[in-house]
């Protein structure tokens, strides 16, 4: 495999759990690719998404990586969480196949920017739209590009993060846009860490603040479809990175 064909990866780790979302409390090992088409206002994982930290990024041949995640995981087969960044600009396909073929199941993690083929190859694919505060926008044709990539293969499920008034009806617009897909707001963690710094000061309790008023968003409008969960590793541990 040429050099152009490396997955350039920030960190692989595990296994713990899937700390959000659809696969929240799964036993997991994470594959955390290094490089971004975004950059949000509030991102928690600036290590892995700014070209500031590009040299703490290894080019991994994929035996290399599954190397990797067969010794953290004993052999034995668990869910391989693909994340970034955005690992949907990373060659992912190939260490799919490779991990089915050991009976690994493999979820993914994207803003819906990039649409890739492999998609149809995931078992879980988790479409997080980026909402007002993070100061991005929203392609609805790279979106739905990434839908139709999936289209008969992975559980596909709506995550959207939530900090205020503003994004909480962007996520009614978006559950309202595909009716058909499952939806979990998050609330928004405000004091992200450094990129340099994971043991930075966590405000937790304005975090349940957050949720509190979220849950009550949710329920006072009804909108018994959408599910609210925190971020656990979060509450568990903070900004801590490889948990």
């Known amino acids: 495999m040429s050099a152009d064909h490396k997955i350039r990866v920030s960190e692989i780790f595990g296994p713990t759990i899937q700390g959000e979302g659809v696969l929240i409390g799964l036993p997991t090992v994470f594959v955390r690719t290094g490089g971004c088409d975004y950059r949000c206002s509030w991102c928690d994982t600036l290590h892995a998404v700014d070209s500031e930290y590009r040299d703490q990024w290894t080019p991994m041949l994929v035996e290399e990586i599954w190397a990797e995640v067969v010794s953290l995981s004993g052999g034995q087969p668990l869910t391989v969480s693909l994340s970034g960044g955005n690992p949907a600009i990373q060659p992912l396909g190939p260490l799919i196949a490779?991990?089915?073929?050991e009976g690994y199941r493999f979820?993914?993690?994207?803003?819906g920017s990039v649409a890739r083929d492999w998609f149809a190859d995931l078992d879980t694919l988790v479409l997080s739209p980026k909402p007002p505060s993070s100061g991005m926008e929203t392609d609805w044709g790279q979106f739905e590009d990434c839908?139709?990539?999936?289209?008969?293969?992975?559980?596909?499920?709506?995550?959207?993060?939530?900090?205020?008034?503003?994004?909480?009806?962007?996520?009614?617009?978006?559950?309202?846009?595909?009716?058909?897909?499952?939806?979990?707001?998050?609330?928004?963690?405000h004091t992200p860490p450094p990129a340099d710094d994971d043991d930075a000061r966590i405000d937790i309790d304005g975090i349940m603040e957050r949720m509190l008023w979220l849950v009550g968003k949710v329920t006072e409008d009804r909108w018994f479809e959408a599910r609210v969960l925190p971020q656990l590793h979060v509450l568990l541990w903070g900004n801590r990175r490889g948990v």
């Open 98 to 101: 490779r991990g089915h073929g």
């Open 107 to 111: 979820a993914l993690e994207t803003q």
């Open 147 to 189: 839908l139709r990539k999936a289209a008969g293969g992975p559980e596909v499920a709506l995550k959207i993060v939530v900090f205020d008034e503003r994004d909480y009806r962007y996520a009614r617009e978006v559950a309202g846009r595909y009716p058909d897909l499952p939806v979990y707001l998050q609330p928004g963690n």
